[in-house]
């Protein structure tokens, strides 16, 4: 079984690097994830391929129009049945661990990614069965966020990541923080890596990193130990 991810978008061109490289690359070559990129101006109208327009009512800023959308939408649903369409904007729900665990299980989702002013609202009313912000500030369009989206949720699809367990000690898998990591060499500039990590009793070390976790989810993060 095989995810794919259809994201719609007015530029392309800058999702491409950020889910064509590293491991996004990997799960694509392992056949585990399929990414396809929709230019919506092969979808707009007329001899200019228009897919804006200005808002009714008046103000600046351009608005994303239905057709090109509904379109680009309806020939994906024509060739396959789709789990989600999300839409990608500053007023959707905060992403967070647990929404990228419940995505990584779906098969078919696209991404539609908003440009100015956004998206026609019957494009939201229609389509779009999940709206997704990656935070509380305004990025000139979506595609940064379904840059990572598909990232968050990409690493999280089983088999794409080396060690199948990693995703497992995340940062915010059980709403905790990772603990701190060390590698070679054993003391640097006087500091050095703590005694336990170099014992070899595996049961003591996976105390410890707990330990750390809860330590450092308290110090940084004490709103996450109220959400279990
Ligand atoms: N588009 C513009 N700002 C955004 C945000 N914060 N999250 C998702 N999409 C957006």
């Not at 239905?66 to 309806?74: K, L, M, N, R, V």
């Not at 665990?101 to 609202?121: M, P, T």
């Not at 940062?171 to 060390?182: E, G, I, K, R, T």
């Amino acid at each position: 079984k095989c995810m794919r991810i259809d994201i719609i978008s007015a530029v392309p061109q800058l999702l491409k690097s950020p889910l064509e490289e590293s491991i996004m690359k990997r799960a694509q070559d392992k056949g585990l994830v399929q990414i396809y990129f929709h230019d919506l101006r092969e979808y707009g109208q007329g001899n200019y391929r228009q897919i804006d327009d200005t808002q009714y009512g008046g103000g600046a800023g351009m608005v994303l129009m239905i057709e090109p959308i509904d379109q680009c939408i309806t020939q994906l649903r024509s060739e396959r049945s789709y789990d989600e369409i999300i839409y990608m904007t500053p007023d959707g729900k905060t992403l967070n661990q647990k929404i990228c665990n419940a995505l990584s299980l779906k098969e078919n989702i696209i991404i539609l990614c908003g440009h100015y002013k956004g998206v026609d609202q019957r494009v939201r009313d229609l389509f779009i069965t999940r709206e997704i912000s990656i935070g509380d500030y305004v990025l000139s369009g979506g595609e940064l966020g379904a840059c990572v989206l598909v990232d968050a949720i990409v690493r999280l699809v089983p088999g794409v990541l080396n060690d199948e367990t990693s995703a497992l000690y995340d940062s915010f898998q059980d709403n905790l923080l990772a603990p701190p990591v060390y590698t070679r060499p054993e003391e640097y500039k006087n500091l050095k890596v703590p005694e336990i990590l170099l014992s070899g009793n595996f049961a003591k070390i996976d105390e410890w990193r707990e330990e750390m976790s809860y330590k450092h989810t308290q110090e940084r993060r004490p709103d996450l130990l109220n959400e279990n």
